[in-house]
């Protein structure tokens, strides 16, 4: 199946990650969830306004003062390709870091591994994996402690932007009993595309296969519901779990950046 274009993977990603808090001006999203991920609290440009350098200026001080009256820092997640070219002028201009480069992996449903003709999980024993359709509360407790930045209340927001598209949630505990790695399948629409996210595996128990179980389990899942291709999202520098993501037949579809002005306040996550 031929797989998604840019444009339209980033309105997947934005619809398997909703910000709580969003307002649309003259083509940018402007997203808000009290500082809980960047994806979640920066501008997506969906679509480059007309008009002249002026007219942009004028749409970055609006921005400004959008997020100066939530008390969050101005972030754009800026796709990598010649769209962007205009506005990453701009915020060159004016200053903007480059922070958080992450890769887009995609593949198709099915897709063999890089060993060729093995299934995307074979050799993975994927036995004893829970699934379900509501993160628990072992579930959000590994993630947020891998991932997770901020107490009770930032964990209530991420559980609600969890929550804002359907998914599916995979939990594999270690031999005692105690979660090792969680994972979730976002699935913005039925019998579409789906999006892999927080995958995070206990640091004590990385290396031993459990995230791979959650993983091919996750395909499994998302392929019984007739998704027909796959993305995820991962940082540049992760290179052990973008190793991971090639062998279950995942290749760069492209990348973005986050780009802050005045970093007063680190957030931290693709």
């Known amino acids: 199946?031929?797989?998604?274009?840019?444009?339209?993977?980033?309105?997947?990603?934005?619809?398997?990650?909703?910000?709580?808090?969003?307002?649309?001006?003259?083509?940018?999203?402007?997203?808000?969830?009290?500082?809980?991920?960047?994806?979640?609290?920066?501008?997506?440009?969906?679509?480059?306004?007309?008009?002249?350098?002026h007219h942009r200026m004028v749409m970055l001080r609006d921005a400004r003062a959008w997020y100066r009256s939530r008390r969050l820092p101005v972030i754009f997640q800026v796709f990598d390709d010649s769209r962007r070219a205009a506005l990453n002028a701009v915020l060159d201009e004016e200053g903007f870091t480059r922070q958080s480069e992450t890769l887009i992996l995609v593949r198709d449903a099915g897709a063999a591994t890089a060993a060729p003709g093995a299934a995307p999980d074979a050799g993975v024993e994927i036995s004893g994996v829970e699934m379900s359709t509501e993160p628990s509360e072992e579930w959000l407790r590994l993630w947020w402690s891998v991932d997770g930045r901020g107490g009770e209340e930032?964990?209530?927001?991420?559980?609600?932007?969890?929550?804002?598209?359907?998914?599916?949630?995979?939990?594999?505990?270690?031999?005692?009993?105690?979660?090792?790695?969680?994972?979730?399948?976002?699935?913005?629409?039925?019998?579409?595309?789906?999006?892999?996210?927080?995958?995070?595996?206990?640091?004590?128990?990385?290396?031993?296969?459990?995230?791979?179980?959650?993983?091919?389990?996750?395909?499994?899942?998302?392929?019984?519901?007739?998704?027909?291709?796959?993305?995820?999202?991962?940082?540049?520098?992760?290179?052990?779990?973008?190793e991971l993501y090639a062998r279950s037949g995942f290749t760069e579809a492209g990348r973005y950046y986050y780009r802050q002005e005045r970093p007063k306040r680190h957030l931290t996550g693709c």
């Open 1 to 53: 199946m031929e797989r998604q274009t840019m444009p339209a993977l980033e309105e997947l990603m934005d619809a398997a990650w909703p910000a709580p808090d969003r307002e649309e001006s003259g083509g940018w999203v402007l997203r808000a969830a009290g500082g809980v991920t960047q994806r979640a609290n920066s501008v997506w440009p969906r679509s480059e306004p007309a008009g002249s350098l």
């Open 154 to 242: 930032s964990l209530a927001t991420a559980r609600t932007i969890l929550e804002g598209c359907r998914s599916a949630y995979a939990l594999v505990r270690d031999d005692d009993g105690v979660p090792a790695a969680v994972g979730r399948l976002a699935v913005p629409s039925v019998g579409g595309e789906g999006g892999l996210y927080c995958m995070a595996t206990r640091p004590d128990a990385r290396r031993r296969g459990f995230g791979s179980r959650v993983l091919a389990s996750l395909l499994r899942e998302g392929d019984a519901r007739g998704v027909s291709s796959y993305w995820l999202l991962v940082t540049a520098a992760n290179a052990g779990a973008r």
